[in-house]
């Protein structure tokens, strides 16, 4: 079994025998890849979005963007996507980052494109040579979707024009097309909202880089009078909320596989420190609270795993609340594995700080798991929302 697995949550009802197949090949492959994580650590953001891209499309891992391509392979659904995200998450955040985004641009093409958008996008975005990326945050409208403002005018021959601006856009700065949301104004707030598909070499379109917390391809996007054809609209006009809701809907469980494919490898990370540490004539294992950190790291990894493989089982049965429960497994996987993180780092003491090393990247990589696609005070308002209002009328 690879390392970025535990077996026995593999092992329970959730998962499919072809689940099992999937993370054991996608596990072993970021095993074997120890010198390309070196690589691209080594390289500039930019230079290692395209070639993980690249890398992730020959070996495969894209081809489940592309369904025109052919029936997918057995167990490539939800499920699927998340564990792949667990495993590269395990290995490198930025393959990660890679994997995760250009799977984010492309599932709105696959859902809500016309064939021909999709046979323009698709087969390129699954080969790796066309990077996505997906912009709907703006400065002033992060949480609060409906708020977005970036205005699409049309004009009398039916073609549109963009104006405003768009912020902390995941892949900004080398994607070759975006899918953006914008302000239409069919009706008020989410009713006047609609998705484009945007060209990186739109006139009037310019990329600002932006440098985060964990280094990666990152930026704000600039709208001067873009001017965007009839056929660049993506869905029906009108319905970009839609787009945009349900997309996050679904990859909220797979940034909460992100977060336990983090919090895995800290756990690990920080179990050999301690089996290995001599401290007072034994190991730092030996000590009973170092043995309680553990036990609570693996409590909440446990926890994590199990609300993941709920919310992904719950996507792919097509159940009608599978949205309360991504945003359950959300919050408490990205949480849980900032804790996690935090004690492995803890766990390591001094070691743990080092520039570079495996907890100190992992320490600056969590972070913004509870900021994106929702954030954990969002999220549980949405849960709130979600209770069942009939079960306190009984009890009362
Ligand atoms: C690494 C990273 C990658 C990203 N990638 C993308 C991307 O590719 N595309 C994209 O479109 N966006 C992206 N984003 C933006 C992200 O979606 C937003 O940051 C997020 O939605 C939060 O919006 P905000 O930053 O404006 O914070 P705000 O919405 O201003 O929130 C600030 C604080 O207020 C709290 N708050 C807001 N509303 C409520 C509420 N109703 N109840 C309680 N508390 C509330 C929040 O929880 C938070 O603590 C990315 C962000 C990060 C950090």
Known sequence: MPTSFDPEVLELPFYEDAH???????????????VLWEEVRALDPDTAGRRLVRELGDAGWLAALDPQAGPSAPGEDHRALCLRREALAYAEDLADFAFSIQALAATPVVRYGTEAQQRRLLPGMARGSLIGAFAVSEKEAGSDVASVALAATRTDDGSYRLNGRKAWIANGTIADVFVVIARTGEGPGPLGLTAFLVPAGTPGLRVERIDAIAPRSFAHLHFEDCPLPADAVLGRPGKGFVVAVDLLERFRTTVGAA???FARRAFDTALAHVR?????????FDLQLVKAALADMEVQLNAAALLVARAAWETDRGSRRFARHSNIAKVHATEAAQGVVDAAVQLLGAAGIVQGGVTERLYRQIRSLRIYEGTSETLRMAIAGSLDMRRAARAA
């Open 259 to 261: 977060a336990l494919g």
């Open 276 to 284: 290995g540490r001599e401290a007072y004539g034994a190991t730092l």
């Open 20 to 34: 099992r197949r999937i993370a054991e090949a996608a596990g072993a492959w970021c095993d074997s890849r120890a």
